[in-house]
């Protein structure tokens, strides 16, 4: 009997129902679908969460990585990651610091504020966030982040995961053991990116690392993730780990229609690619919901999309130079009609080389 059968086996409502439909739960959260967007910070803010969902398929959101005080004086940057809408459902938060009084106090702030779900970041490989004890530096110290988590899950009723890496290097492999403590602690799910730290975003995802976290856990969903950007590297995920659901990070940036297709394909309808229309209708929307969240401000912030922008959907260069620097709706409008004319130019080229990860020695990150 395999892992996952097992699991079936173990808790035959929640799992005949997981089965069945492709709906499943995170504590007592139903979720609509198992595949997730991954926190990719400074791209999957509001706007662009509720454009791709609006596209289909998608289970869980969260947003990017939140400052725990920062978070509790409501500074102005910590309040923009958090905003958002009913349509932006299901959402979790995740928060990252290094002391339990502050993870406990931004768990206890955002229960108050009527989010459902919070989820502890301890995978980023910053230094900024490390130096403090945050992120993957949590993965170093498991008694520290065995308190941590059972303190923030003791100080709010909302489901409470964990975001990890397989350890620090691959000499201090820690995810199977944090991940069977963290469900003796009371985590409704853990979501796992196949590296170590020291990888930072090198090297190939590692499949058997995830399963070894699956193989950990007695009744938790284990969300596999790292470099899925297509239906087959899904299903391939599922297959090599077990995991419940999947996060997608960069490869939703690449192709936000992915959740779409994975749905499709496994309710045995014909996946089908955008068209162009529909490419340039997603780059229309984007804007129009970022508009809608910063007013006049979503200009100078929709610029940082041009270069994607272009490569994804072959935006002719003239047309692209535009798009880093227009000034106002009503020129953004000009734009994007003249981009619907002339779409098919410019022949488009891969996307995800723009989506910077840092490089160099991670210590230095
Ligand atoms: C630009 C960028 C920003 C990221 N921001 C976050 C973040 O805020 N929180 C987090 O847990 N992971 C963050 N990650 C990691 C991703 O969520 C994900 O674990 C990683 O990119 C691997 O998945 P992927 O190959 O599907 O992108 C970030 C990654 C990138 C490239």
Same mark, same amino acid.
């Given at each position: 009997?395999?892992? #996952?059968?097992?699991?079936?086996?173990?808790?035959?409502?929640?799992?005949?129902? !997981?089965?069945?439909?492709?709906?499943?739960?995170?504590?007592?959260?139903?979720?609509?679908?198992?595949?997730?967007?991954?926190?990719?910070?400074?791209?999957?803010?509001?706007? &662009?969460?509720?454009?791709?969902?609006?596209?289909?398929?998608?289970?869980?959101?969260?947003?990017?990585?939140?400052?725990?005080?920062?978070?509790?004086?409501?500074?102005?940057?910590?309040?923009?990651?958090?905003?958002?809408?009913?349509?932006?459902?299901?959402?979790?938060?995740?928060?990252?610091?290094?002391?339990?009084? /502050?993870?406990?106090?931004?768990?206890?702030?955002?229960? !108050?504020?009527?989010?459902?779900?919070?989820?502890?970041?301890?995978?980023?490989?910053?230094?900024?966030?490390?130096?403090?004890?945050?992120?993957?530096?949590?993965?170093?110290?498991?008694?520290?982040?065995?308190?941590?988590?059972?303190?923030?899950?003791?100080?709010?009723?909302?489901?409470?995961?964990? +975001?990890?890496?397989?350890?620090?290097?691959?000499?201090?492999?820690?995810?199977?053991?944090?991940? $069977?403590?963290?469900?003796?602690?009371?985590?409704?799910?853990?979501?796992?990116?196949?590296?170590?730290?020291?990888?930072?975003?090198?090297?190939?995802?590692?499949?058997?690392?995830?399963? *070894?976290?699956?193989?950990?856990?007695?009744?938790?969903?284990?969300?596999?993730?790292?470099?899925?950007?297509?239906?087959?590297? *899904?299903?391939?995920?599922? #297959? +090599?780990?077990?995991?419940?659901?999947?996060?997608?990070? $960069?490869? *939703?940036?690449?192709?936000?229609?992915?959740?779409? +297709?994975?749905?499709?394909?496994? !309710?045995? /309808?014909?996946?089908?690619?955008?068209?162009?229309?529909?490419?340039?209708?997603?780059?229309?929307?984007? &804007?129009?919901?970022?508009?809608? /969240?910063?007013?006049?401000?979503?200009?100078?912030?929709?610029?940082?999309?041009?270069?994607?922008?272009?490569?994804?959907?072959?935006?002719?260069?003239?047309?692209?130079?535009?798009?880093?620097? &227009?000034?106002?709706?009503?020129?953004? %409008?000009?734009?994007?009609?003249?981009?619907? %004319?002339?779409?098919?130019?410019?022949?488009?080229?891969?996307?995800?080389?723009?989506?910077?990860?840092? !490089?160099?020695?991670?210590?230095?990150?």
């Amino acid at each position: 009997m395999s892992k #996952q059968e097992d699991l079936y086996r173990m808790n035959p409502e929640v799992r005949a129902e !997981n089965r069945v439909a492709d709906t499943f739960a995170i504590g007592d959260r139903k979720i609509p679908s198992r595949y997730f967007l991954a926190p990719l910070a400074g791209y999957t803010h509001l706007a &662009f969460r509720r454009a791709i969902r609006e596209l289909g398929g998608l289970g869980l959101a969260t947003t990017d990585l939140v400052h725990a005080t920062q978070l509790c004086g409501e500074h102005r940057h910590s309040m923009e990651l958090v905003e958002t809408h009913p349509e932006d459902s299901p959402l979790s938060v995740q928060i990252f610091g290094g002391s339990v009084d /502050q993870l406990v106090a931004a768990a206890v702030w955002l229960e !108050n504020h009527g989010y459902q779900g919070i989820d502890i970041n301890m995978g980023c490989p910053m230094a900024k966030v490390n130096g403090k004890g945050g992120g993957a530096r949590l993965l170093c110290d498991a008694d520290l982040a065995c308190r941590l988590v059972e303190s923030v899950v003791a100080s709010v009723t909302i489901p409470v995961t964990v +975001k990890m890496r397989l350890g620090w290097d691959r000499d201090s492999i820690s995810a199977p053991y944090l991940a $069977r403590r963290f469900e003796a602690a009371g985590i409704s799910a853990i979501t796992i990116h196949g590296r170590t730290r020291q990888q930072g975003f090198q090297g190939a995802v590692d499949l058997d690392g995830i399963a *070894a976290t699956v193989a950990a856990v007695e009744n938790i969903p284990i969300i596999g993730n790292g470099d899925v950007r297509t239906i087959d590297e *899904a299903e391939q995920m599922h #297959q +090599k780990t077990g995991c419940t659901a999947i996060a997608i990070g $960069r490869g *939703a940036m690449l192709d936000p229609w992915i959740f779409r +297709k994975i749905s499709d394909r496994r !309710n045995g /309808q014909v996946v089908r690619e955008p068209t162009g229309d529909e490419q340039i209708d997603f780059l229309v929307r984007h &804007f129009e919901l970022m508009t809608e /969240q910063h007013a006049e401000r979503s200009c100078t912030l929709f610029r940082k999309f041009a270069a994607w922008y272009g490569a994804r959907l072959g935006i002719p260069e003239d047309l692209e130079n535009r798009l880093r620097r &227009f000034e106002g709706v009503a020129e953004f %409008e000009r734009i994007a009609a003249e981009i619907r %004319e002339r779409h098919g130019e410019r022949q488009s080229t891969v996307a995800t080389a723009l989506i910077k990860v840092p !490089n160099g020695p991670v210590e230095r990150w």
